[in-house]
């Protein structure tokens, strides 16, 4: 079992930079693929980003792909989203989850396990 605690959400404007970070207590840690996803108020949750157990294969979605970059640290147990040139349409609560799936899913059901999601707002 695995428990995350994201943290660095906040209040930036557009073309900003944010740094997201999820902290993972465990020692299987490094078992798991991550994900980033986010949730925007009366919208389903949705994939941002994803990677795998190495840190070999990374996967974005489309609207963020260029602009944001996930990485890990297994030694730390931590996962990190930089964002770059922020827009307001990333507005959105930011949910790290932790999945034992193979690939890296895009799916929010697929993911096993859940923090409490950071608040990031990006105004015009």
């Known amino acids: 079992q695995v428990r995350l605690v994201e943290s660095g959400g906040g209040l930036v404007q557009a073309g900003d930079s944010l740094r997201l970070s999820c902290a993972a207590t465990?020692?299987?840690?490094?078992?798991?693929?991550m994900g980033w996803f986010r949730q925007a108020p009366g919208k389903e949750r949705e994939f941002v980003a994803g990677i795998s157990r190495s840190s070999f294969s990374t996967l974005y979605s489309d609207s963020v792909k260029g602009r944001f970059t996930i990485s890990r640290d297994n030694a730390k147990n931590t996962v990190a989203l930089q964002m770059n040139s922020l827009k307001p349409e990333d507005t959105a609560i930011y949910y790290c989850?932790?999945?034992?799936?193979?690939?890296?899913?895009?799916?929010?059901?697929?993911?096993?396990?859940w923090g409490q999601g950071t608040q990031v707002t990006v105004s015009s």
């Open positions: 989850g932790a999945t034992v799936s193979s690939g890296i899913p895009f799916r929010h059901s697929q993911y096993n396990y």
């Open positions: 465990g020692r299987t840690f490094s078992s798991y693929v």
